[in-house]
């Protein structure tokens, strides 16, 4: 038996690709399924896009399952769910996937900030260098992900065959 655990945690799928997979309402231990809701749309009262019946979302990111991240500029979204193979630990740093969307969700909330930042009063230079740091990086966490989903795809890196 060939354990993909591993594999499925770094999996990322762009939703509406044919690619993923139905996320359940409910976990293994009867909990909701729960999306994760980053810092800015907790400030803020945005909705986040859940993909169960139930629409949960979660505050805290322990206690998230899964995680949804929309594109400004590709409009499309991607899908990260937490892989838990075990049922008395799962370290919240195996999750690679979810962790990636993560750390790609908060740094385009704080583009965002910025944005909203320059309309409303000029950026400061520090504030102007680190929009034009982070729109560099997001373009290049995105394209990564596309990578990492074709690479998935190619060599059947999150499935059993």
């Known amino acids: 038996f060939y354990d993909t655990s591993w594999e499925s945690r770094l999996s990322v799928f762009a939703l509406g690709n044919g690619d993923q997979f139905t996320i359940p309402d409910r976990q293994a231990d009867g909990s909701l399924t729960c999306a994760y809701r980053t810092p800015r749309e907790q400030r803020l009262g945005l909705r986040t896009l859940t993909l169960t019946r139930s629409g949960a979302t979660c505050t805290n990111v322990e206690d998230a399952d899964y995680i949804t991240y929309t594109s400004d500029r590709l409009h ?86």
Request: net charge negative; proline share 2%; aromatic share 6%.
């Open 76 to 161: 499309q979204t991607f899908v990260a769910v937490k892989v838990r193979s075990r049922t008395e630990y799962n370290l919240e740093e195996e999750q690679l996937g979810f962790e990636l969307l993560r750390q790609i969700s908060e740094r385009q909330d704080r583009v965002r900030d910025l944005e909203e930042t320059a309309r409303s009063r000029p950026l400061t230079p520090e504030e102007r260098d680190e929009l034009m740091r982070l729109r560099r990086r997001l373009d290049s966490d995105e394209s990564f992900l596309q990578t990492l989903i074709q690479l998935q795809r190619a060599y059947g890196i999150n499935s059993y065959l």
